[in-house]
């Protein structure tokens, strides 16, 4: 049994725990939390040392054989997709302790770190969860942390948001749990392997029927149009630290729950088609709502939206270029989406809100600020040389390989989202940042900086900082990074490595 | 298909239905309500994956035959799971209730915001 796999999953749930008992000294509760996650990103680094070249590493929890034990898998994807999210989850707690310590957040410190560490173990074991039960719980751990953290300084705003986003979050919970019933009911097991082969020989009609039922479950968390009105709803609504996080991450891992269940589970069902439609809606509805708004928090939800539909189209193509292409840009867009919710935190600082109306002249304010917000921004527009541009010229090259009208339609509306990301981008950029700045804001930044919280500022500007460095090494290490993705790619749509890993012991 | 299992296969349509439409209304207290139903629903057509439903659990029959644990281990981990979220769900019902003296559902107002930019450039 190889129990390094379980590290990421225990490690934090073991830091929760002792982050609860440490809620009296906030030091001590701050050194523990980003001690746990520290450990974590080292065995995300370890495992992803691991699986190089393809290889899958299965370990049985409990100690039963596959079909009925607990499996956790880790191969090529999952992999990548732990150590970035560990990555990003760390520094985002930095700057979050940061925040605590500059006292600039209501956030109860003692209540959001035991929670941001579940939430960690359930990004973690939704990555690593080899049944599709365990899939669920992992996705339940996960929800129910995101939960408690969305109502963290609550006001009547977001009391609202919350129940928007608990009640759709959990009918997609429960649509899940439908689809697992379906699931057991005609195959008799639960585990993504053994349910791939079984599947093989269960009537076409109702294979496709239920990979609609799943791409409409994690579709629902992955915010696709048209199921994607709960988002802009409620991410921009909640404390920075948490909009970044959730932003970055939680629509990912319902991203790679669809990239893990089209590829292994309905691997042979064509339903393309229909995400290349779903595809197109959600890139250009979501971009189109991007462009009225005026607060940048909901600016960069809608955008988030709209890029959730790059890597459904990359998936939808079905070819190990087109998977490696959403690999990447998953990687890309979860560094990036986070680095432009951190930088909004910091504009808060100084206007005490996200809205364009009353922003002016950010650069002469804050030059740095400026610049933290430029770079990434460039990124998610796509602008060359940035990672946004290697990751859609990577899906657009899959994109006119694989050919046919339908494919080209979704590369039009690719090319015409990104234009239009960088109107929205630019729209921001001159109507924040350009012009005289406001007098309060001048106001605001000469209290900040006579403000006893100096420490704890600077400790926000490094994490950012970092973020907009882990953007550009994400554009930097594209070759190598890219590499790791048509690995993962070719394991996820041969399945074979993926079944026999887990099946080895079955036998 | 034996009637037990016709009875389980209409409670759970009756529930479905039931709870996407509640989940539908304006009321919160409906909403939460509608949860609760759509998670009977899902418990429910957990059992229905077990054709021997009727057999006792764990301890079998006459000739020792048992019915499908696993399903029913998966259902009390899904009922606990939406046990626990509904009462979140109450806490926060109630604390609209507090905020808001009801407990509809209103309208997204930056959303309506938003739809207003437009109108002075509109009448001028």
Same mark, same amino acid.
């Given at each position: ?5 379980? %590290? ?55 100690? #039963? +054989?596959?079909? !009925? ?7 090529? @994807? ?17 700057? *979050? ?10 956030? &109860? ?21 080899? +049944? ?16 408690? @953290? ?34 057991? *009911? ?7 392997? +053994? ?30 149009? =048209? ?8 991410? =921009? ?26 590829? !292994? ?9 229909? &995400?290349? #439609? ?63 919710? @951190?930088?909004?935190?910091? $504009? ?29 921004? !460039?990124?998610?527009?796509?602008? =060359?040389?940035?990672?946004?541009? %290697? ?13 046919? #009208?339908?494919? #080209?339609?979704? !590369? ?10 960088? &109107? ?7 109507? *924040? ?6 007098? +309060? ?20 500007? $490094?994490?950012?900082?970092? &973020? ?12 190598? @990074?890219?590499?790791? *993705? ?22 | ?23 539908? /209304? ?36 006459? /000739? ?7 399903? /029913? ?52």
């Amino acid at each position: 049994m190889n129990l390094m796999i379980a %590290v990421p999953f225990v490690v934090p749930l073991l830091g929760a725990a002792l982050a609860l008992l440490l809620r009296r000294s906030p030091r001590a509760q701050r050194v523990s939390s980003a001690v746990t996650l520290a450990v974590v990103v080292a065995g995300a680094t370890l495992l992803l040392d691991t699986t190089a070249g393809g290889a899958v590493a299965v370990t049985q929890a409990g100690g #039963w +054989d596959a079909p !009925l034990g607990i499996t956790l898998v880790v191969d090529p @994807l999952s992999a990548l997709l732990l150590l970035v999210s560990s990555v990003v989850l760390l520094l985002v707690l930095l700057y *979050a302790v940061g925040q605590d310590i500059s006292g600039l957040s209501r956030a &109860m410190p003692q209540v959001f770190h035991p929670i941001y560490l579940v939430l960690t173990a359930g990004v973690c074991l939704s990555f690593m969860a080899g +049944d599709l039960f365990n899939l669920f719980v992992g996705f339940e751990i996960m929800l129910t942390a995101s939960y408690a @953290l969305i109502t963290q300084a609550l006001t009547r705003e977001r009391v609202r948001a919350s129940m928007i986003y608990t009640v759709v979050s959990l009918t997609s919970s429960i649509l899940f749990l439908t689809g697992i019933a379906l699931v057991y *009911a005609l195959t008799g097991t639960v585990n993504l392997a +053994d349910v791939a082969e079984k599947l093989g020989g269960a009537p076409p009609e109702l294979r496709a029927v239920l990979a609609l039922l799943f791409l409409v479950v994690f579709g629902i968390k992955a915010a696709i149009v =048209p199921m994607h009105f709960w988002l802009p709803d409620s991410y =921009p609504v909640a404390i920075t630290r948490i909009s970044a996080i959730f932003a970055a991450l939680l629509t990912k891992v319902a991203v790679y729950a669809i990239i893990r269940t089209q590829t !292994l589970l309905f691997a042979g069902d064509d339903i393309s088609s229909v &995400m290349l #439609w779903i595809a197109i809606a959600t890139m250009v509805v979501g971009i189109l709502g991007a462009l009225v708004q005026d607060d940048i928090n909901r600016i960069m939800s809608f955008v988030l939206v709209s890029h959730i539909g790059f890597m459904i189209f990359g998936l939808a193509l079905n070819t190990v270029a087109g998977i490696a292409g959403v690999l990447y840009y998953l990687v890309h867009h979860i560094v990036v989406q986070a680095t432009m919710f @951190l930088v909004n935190g910091l $504009v808060r600082q100084y206007v005490g809100h996200t809205s364009l109306r009353s922003i002016r002249g950010l650069t002469a304010v804050s030059p740095v600020l400026a610049l933290f917000f430029f770079l990434p921004a !460039l990124s998610l527009a796509g602008m =060359p040389p940035m990672s946004g541009f %290697v990751a859609k010229v990577a899906l657009f090259e899959a994109g006119a390989q694989a050919g046919g #009208w339908l494919v #080209w339609t979704a !590369l039009v509306a690719g090319v015409l989202t990104s234009l239009l990301t960088l &109107m929205a981008i630019f729209r921001v950029w001159v109507r *924040a940042f350009w012009g005289t700045p406001l007098p +309060d804001m001048l106001e605001a930044r000469a209290e900040l900086r006579r403000g006893p919280d100096v420490a704890g500022r600077r400790v926000m500007a $490094v994490t950012t900082g970092a &973020m907009v460095g882990a953007g550009i090494a994400v554009t930097v290490g594209a070759g190598p @990074l890219l590499e790791i *993705a048509f690995t993962a790619a070719e394991d996820l749509l041969d399945g074979d490595a993926y079944i026999e890993a887990v099946m080895e012991g079955a036998t | 298909m034996s009637a037990p299992g016709l009875l389980l296969v209409v409670a759970v349509a009756v529930l479905y239905s039931g709870g996407f439409y509640l989940l539908l /209304q304006r009321s919160l207290m409906r909403v939460v309500l509608g949860i609760v139903m759509l998670g009977h629903a899902a418990n429910l057509s957990l059992m229905l994956t077990d054709e021997a439903i009727t057999l006792p659990p764990l301890l079998g029959g006459p /000739q020792g035959e048992i019915s499908d644990p696993l399903p /029913q281990a998966m259902a009390l981990t899904a009922i606990v799971i939406t046990f626990g979220v509904t009462t979140f769900l109450l806490a926060l019902a109630y604390r609209v209730w507090l905020g808001d003296n009801n407990d509809e559902v209103p309208d997204d107002l930056e959303d309506r915001r938003i739809g207003r930019l437009r109108e002075p450039e509109d009448s001028s």
